[in-house]
């Protein structure tokens, strides 16, 4: 089977915000919403806002999800009520984030270690390190590992539920 193009456009984050307002969901917080766009990326949270969805094919949000408490909940039906720091939660792990940025900084500092050392301890690039120290991309599940095998009192730290 020939391989067929990719004729959609990139969309930039807040394309992405206003697309999914166009559809339906409510987003009370642009500043938030960019975050974990950019955290985690649009497709990932897909599958979180599928069960939303009243059209799959268009994918219009249904008009009986509501949002509570400024933000602080996700309601739909009488199915599920869950509070959205739990759904980030779930988003997170989905994805692999598996520790926080200032975690991954405080274990470097402990172990006195450079980014240079940081890289050859994790055998990774010392590009990936500032990019996890600084919070620019998220700690994959691997590395998070690596560094509980390095150091396991960084465990306490570690957002990981092993």
Same mark, same amino acid.
């Given at each position: ?72 909940? =996700?309601?739909?039906? $009488?199915?599920? /009520?869950? #509070? ?5 939660? %779930? *988003? ?36 990936? =390190?500032?990019?996890? $120290?600084?919070? /620019?991309? #998220? ?5 998070? %590992? *690596? ?16």
């Amino acid at each position: 089977m020939p391989k067929q193009p990719y004729n959609k456009p990139a969309l930039t984050v807040d394309q992405q915000i206003d697309q999914l307002r166009n559809r339906g969901m409510v987003i009370d917080d642009t500043t938030q919403a960019k975050h974990y766009l950019s955290q985690i990326n649009y497709y990932r949270l897909t599958a979180y806002w599928l069960p939303f969805e009243s059209d799959h094919a268009t994918h219009d949000f249904q008009k009986r999800v509501n949002n509570y408490y400024y933000g602080t909940d =996700v309601v739909w039906s $009488d199915e599920l /009520d869950m #509070p959205a720091d739990t759904l980030w939660r %779930l *988003a997170q792990e989905q994805s692999g984030v598996t520790m926080t940025a200032e975690a991954f900084h405080h274990w470097r500092e402990r172990k006195a270690y450079t980014l240079d050392d940081a890289a050859a301890a994790l055998g990774i690039s010392r590009r990936m =390190v500032a990019y996890y $120290d600084h919070g /620019d991309k #998220p700690i994959p599940r691997v590395v998070a %590992l *690596a560094i509980l095998a390095l150091d396991p009192s960084s465990r306490a730290e570690s957002s990981m539920s092993l």
